[in-house]
């Protein structure tokens, strides 16, 4: 695959070029500055031989987000290769080419364009029209309205991306329990806040007068002390470059504390301990996880804090420097800083938290937001944090409550007039600092939540957040429709009794808005 993209690196050139005019428009509306691009994406090719062929458009889709050159969305594309299609885009090996030899990649196969409702021209004189209203109510309302898997309280919205409007509405202005679709608010509040190229920083101070080695959380729950960090903060290079900067002061043993004073309030979410995220502290590694995973629920240690700083005093060790048990401290103004490692930029963070449903880091950013904005950083902080961000946007909040950041909290509440609105500020091209909100959205049948759903029909043209919690199942995201119109929507059902049937019933109505022609 290297040699490969080597001998077409001229013609991705070439593409790139070329195709400029026609992407730059959406891709401006659409993906994340290359600035804030520190890592590559995860993609999920399959299908043998074809893989070859779609990694060299590996540049071309780094520099644009989830397109490629052609306007392609990436997912659609491994779809199609997924079900050994064949033809299309060949990215530089078309007739004539070098690539028709023997052996070489068959061309990735063809999907149809998209957004062209954020910046194409489907028709003459501009963009296409969204769907009727009456379309989309003959076509949502049987699904949505009359459907008993959706529970006794269901509400739902559906707008047009490029302008805001809604076209069509099920009690829309009805806060209902959001479950995680409350993470696209605290992505919206925490970029806003922060901006989408903030970074959070673990630190050591020495103090000068006493000696103590204080390890600062800087509220980094991907904080990492895995020998491979794949671009995380390592909590292992934190303890070599302080051991490093220990012995330049002649010093081989220190006293070790940790400070996680950044944060107020209780550690403990009100649901209690839960597999679902560690308790909410300044400093943890690795989510606090006890285990291998990255994502999901699993076992976490009873104190985050304490098991992070245990484990710095035996990277230490293994550098030189003895130190002993760790207990809880607060760094003075005094000390001085040995090191730092900071977290990918926040525009990375929150795709992962989107992509994943990541509470953990939800949790965080909701805290960094209310640290950010002058409010206290606990729940209720955050929580207050996150409204008053989201009403300095001018954003519908009425109705709208918000206990946590990650929507793990059952009192929390959520319009579908809300959330589509968060996806068209996400949307518009003045606001770029928020496009992460879209590109983190779980692409269905491919990625995060969503990797598992979507087996037919709408794969690769959805994107959405989902939620569930007992008797509560959500889905708020975009749909490409077949001539390549964007929309957004908002799907809530609370006091559902079968879990399945409602997650499945929520998917068929997103599906039903990709089959649903402008």
Known sequence: MARAADAVRPRLARFARAAGPRVARFARATAPRLTRITRPKTWQYTAGAATAGLALAAGVVTAAGPWDSTGQRTAERDRAVALDHTGGTDHGHG??????????????????????????????????????????????DPLLKDEPALGGHRAA???????????????????????????????????????????????????????????????????????????????????????????????????????TTLYAGTDLHPIGVNENLARVTALMADEGRTDDSTSGPAP???????????????????????????????????????????????????????????????????????????????????????????????????????????????????????????????????RPQLRAVLTGLPVAHFTGTLSGRYTDGAAGLVRAKTGTLTGVNTLAGTVTTPDGHVLGFAFLANDTTDPY??????????????????
């Open 95 to 140: 007739a004539g080419a070098s690539g028709t030899a023997p052996g070489s990649p068959r061309p990735a196969p063809s999907a149809g364009a998209v957004l062209t409702g954020l910046g194409g021209t489907t028709t003459p004189g501009g963009v296409k029209a969204a769907p009727g209203a009456e379309n989309l109510a003959d076509l949502l």
């Open 157 to 259: 919205a559906v707008v047009d991306l490029t302008t805001g409007k809604r076209l069509y509405g099920l009690d829309a202005d009805a806060a209902l329990t959001p479950a995680s679709t409350t993470k696209i608010a605290t992505a919206v509040a925490a970029l806003t806040a922060l901006g989408p190229d903030h970074r959070l920083t673990t630190r050591t101070a020495l103090e000068a007068d006493t000696g103590e080695l204080v390890l600062v959380g800087g509220g980094d729950p991907t904080l990492t002390a895995r020998e491979e960090a794949h671009g995380l903060a390592s909590l292992r290079t934190l303890a070599e470059k302080t051991a490093a900067a220990l012995k330049k002061r002649d010093v081989r043993k220190v006293t070790l504390s940790y400070d």
């Open 300 to 430: 976490r240690v009873a104190d985050p804090a304490d098991a992070a700083a245990r484990t710095f005093a035996d990277l230490l060790k293994q550098h030189g420097i003895t130190a002993s048990p760790p207990g809880p401290s607060k760094a003075t103004g005094r000390a001085a800083t040995l090191a730092r490692v900071s977290s990918p930029p926040l525009s990375a963070l929150v795709e992962r938290m989107l992509t994943n449903s990541d509470n953990d880091l939800a949790e965080a950013l909701a805290r960094h937001t209310a640290v950010a904005t002058g409010k206290r950083a606990d729940f209720a902080g955050a929580g207050a944090a996150i409204t008053a961000r989201l009403k300095q946007l001018g954003l519908p909040v009425d109705g709208a409550r918000f206990h946590d950041g990650s929507g793990l909290d059952r009192t929390d509440l959520i319009t579908p007039d809300l959330l589509t609105t968060l996806l068209t500020e996400a949307a518009d091209p003045d």
């Open 501 to 518: 049937t409602a997650q499945t019933t929520l998917d068929r109505a997103a599906t039903a808005l990709a089959s649903e022609p402008s």
